[in-house]
């Protein structure tokens, strides 16, 4: 498994090696050592989560204020479009995004640092997208951005098919000012 660095400060990506055969592969998805040698502390992560979701539905763009949370992103089924959003104001990549292809595949994964704003975009019939994450969930810390921020402009794949109404009703960063000043995370 490799590990590499991205444009956005923190934002890792990794990239393990699945080993085909006529049962289908093997692959290993986790390693402590890598997770260590990319940065990581892999005491830190609490919880593991997952979101199975149908072709074109559109999750976020999903953020934890406060100290925020840092995630290891991977979809273990399937393919998802992924975009994280630096919104951490000392960062050099403040207020822009990255995209990755996730894949079921591939079983390729990101870490998305804390202060990042996340979202994905279904693009199989069916993906599973798993999360293991750093912090306990405080719902007094959620903030959902409009996944059609005029500011960002991200070119989503597809016309969302399926949206939770927060996400659907969630304005854009231009309405939540004061929300996006209690992002306290900071550039390590």
């Not at 704003?117 to 750093?134: C, E, K, M």
């Not at 659907?168 to 550039?187: F, G, K, N």
């Amino acid at each position: 498994m490799e590990h590499a660095q991205t444009s956005i400060p923190g934002l890792v990506t990794f990239t393990p090696t699945p080993i085909p055969d006529e049962r289908g592969f093997f692959c290993r998805t986790y390693d402590v050592d890598v997770a260590r040698a990319a940065g990581l502390d892999p005491a830190s992560f609490l919880q593991d989560s997952l979101s199975r979701s149908s072709y074109g539905v559109l999750r976020g763009l999903h953020l934890r204020v406060g100290a925020g949370e840092g995630k290891l992103v991977r979809c273990s089924s399937g393919r998802v479009y992924d975009v994280v959003v630096d919104l951490r104001p000392d960062s050099p990549a403040y207020r822009t995004w990255l995209v990755f292809e996730l894949d079921g595949d591939a079983q390729n994964s990101i870490y998305i640092p804390p202060g990042c704003a996340h979202g994905h975009q279904t693009v199989t019939p069916v993906a599973d997208t798993s999360y293991r994450i750093n912090r306990g969930h405080n719902p007094a810390e959620d903030l959902t951005i409009a996944w059609n921020d005029p500011e960002l402009a991200i070119p989503w794949p597809l016309p969302p098919t399926i949206m939770s109404a927060k996400d659907a009703s969630a304005p854009p960063m231009s309405e939540l000012t004061a929300e996006l000043a209690r992002v306290e995370a900071r550039v390590a």
